[in-house]
């Protein structure tokens, strides 16, 4: 508790890494945030056709959303799953990804409904990881992140799932015609290049 306290008394641009900040901001004037790679791509969503398409972006939000909201929500508990920082994780997720869920369709302040989408990863204690996401144009929005329990989203409709794409592409009567060739070093189940000695880097 202590720790969400020390949080909830810094002031919301006191929660933003100066130093990870982009000159570019998002449609509500918020400075998108910097991946490892000096790019404000944190990854691609790559969903086998089920989705558009498109890079994942964090912007420096607010209360409600986006890197304000995953630190002070999420962030301790983040922390105290061994993750170095909010943005490692958020990248890690993004980029390692198994499963895609539908999450929920909220109302934004224009009457619209703005569906929301779940990248979701379990990771070795069976928790489940999580990045929440919107569509906006030509990305996707970062909205929140953390993680939960085994089981977190369990009811949730899956619109992609790697071990799906895994096992379609192993049923073959003919491994000449439809066998893939080998994965490159460094990449992920869901297609995005990944330097996860970089990304994962835990403080035990």
């Not at 030509?138 to 899956?158: C, L, M, P, Q």
């Amino acid at each position: 508790m202590m720790a969400i306290s020390m949080i909830e008394e810094v002031s919301d641009e006191g929660l933003l890494p100066k130093d990870r900040l982009s000159e570019i901001v998002d449609q509500n004037g918020d400075h998108f945030i910097l991946a490892s790679d000096n790019t404000i791509d944190f990854g691609v969503l790559r969903s086998g056709g089920k989705l558009p398409e498109a890079p994942l972006r964090l912007s420096s939000g607010n209360s409600e959303n986006g890197f304000i909201h995953i630190e002070k929500r999420h962030g301790y508990q983040i922390r105290d799953n061994g993750w170095m920082s909010v943005l490692y994780f958020i990248e890690y997720v993004a980029k390692n990804y198994t499963v895609i869920k539908l999450g929920e369709a909220n109302e934004n302040d224009l009457g619209c409904t703005n569906q929301t989408y779940l990248l979701q990863l379990t990771d070795e204690h069976n928790n489940t990881l999580y990045v929440q996401l919107s569509r906006n144009t030509d990305y996707y929005n970062i909205n929140s992140a953390g993680v939960f329990r085994k089981g977190y989203g369990i009811n949730k409709k899956t619109l992609w799932s790697a071990s799906e794409v895994q096992n379609s592409g192993s049923a073959t009567t003919d491994n000449a015609l439809q066998s893939e060739p080998d994965a490159e070093e460094g990449s992920t189940s869901n297609g995005t290049a990944s330097n996860v000695s970089e990304v994962k880097d835990r403080e035990k």
